[in-house]
């Protein structure tokens, strides 16, 4: 969901992605919601680090960071040791680059390309 500015999340909960015009070119990148708290961040810290990761090397201004348009997202994070993923992967019927297809009515997985019907 859209942010109301650059510090509209909360850490250890939302990942974010950001957005903003640096030179002539849109600028992205991302930080997954442990990120942030794993590396003891504040939000500001955060967003520093994210443009960094974006290419800025330039001086972070106040400006630069209010044209940020900002999204935050929740996520889960599963874990599962080695034994219990090879167990659950032999009970997915289809795999393709890393897309679960479900087959129904008989057809093959020759119908199939990248998860997208052909």
């Known amino acids: 969901e859209d942010g109301t500015d650059y ?9 974010i992605k950001i957005e903003f015009l640096y030179g002539r ?4 990148a991302t930080f997954l919601p442990d990120v942030a708290k794993e590396q003891g961040w504040t939000k500001e810290e955060t967003v520093e680090s994210l443009l960094k990761k974006a290419g800025v090397r ?6 630069l960071k209010d ?14 040791d080695f034994e219990e993923y090879l167990t659950r992967r032999q009970n997915v019927p289809e795999l393709l680059n890393g897309c679960y297809v479900p087959l129904t009515n008989g057809q093959s997985s020759s119908k199939y390309s990248n998860g997208y019907r052909q």
């Open 7 to 15: 510090l509209d999340w909360t850490v250890g909960v939302h990942g």
């Open 25 to 28: 070119s849109t600028k992205t």
């Open 58 to 63: 330039s001086q972070m201004t106040q400006a």
């Open 67 to 80: 044209s940020i348009k900002l999204i935050r997202y929740r996520s889960e994070k599963v874990e599962m």
